[in-house]
């Protein structure tokens, strides 16, 4: 452990043994994020602002979609080059702008239009949005903004 992070809260992301290959991955795709530091065992990173440790832990545990990293986006081009980077590389689309990355850690691209349409305060205007939302993979702003006026 660093001497910097003593004392502080990081997040620990196990993986098989891919950790290094992940954390080089995630500092290229994701803002605000690089690589501190390590190999081998564990690699210390900064991902998305938060520090975190990714531990090469072996096979016994893997990546559940109990856990995972939400990513508000602003438009439908950062929307696109996170979803596409993620399942490009490897990954895989789920529903609902969800999907998971090579090493089978989940991410919800989230444009920040769904989720105000989520938490309107009309309750039609949020059945719209979820019924639009719904047969959805990666998230299609213009179709939620049809769905938020009706």
Known sequence: M????????????WYDKDAEAA???????FPDSYVRG????????T??????ILLNGGPQYRHSPAFSFQISTEDQNE???LWNAIVDSGGAEG???WCTDAW??????TPVQLTRGLSHPDEAVRARVM??????????IAAIATAVVG
């Open 79 to 81: 929307t696109d080059r």
């Open 131 to 140: 019924a639009a939302m719904m047969p959805m993979r990666k998230i299609d």
């Open 95 to 97: 529903q609902c702008g």
């Open 47 to 52: 991902l998305l602002g938060m520090e975190c």
């Open 2 to 13: 660093s001497a910097s992070a003593s004392g502080k809260a990081r997040l620990c992301l």
């Open 104 to 109: 089978g850690l989940s991410w919800q691209i």
């Open 38 to 45: 390590g190999g081998g065992i564990l690699v210390e990173m």
């Open 23 to 29: 954390a080089t991955f995630y500092a290229a795709t």
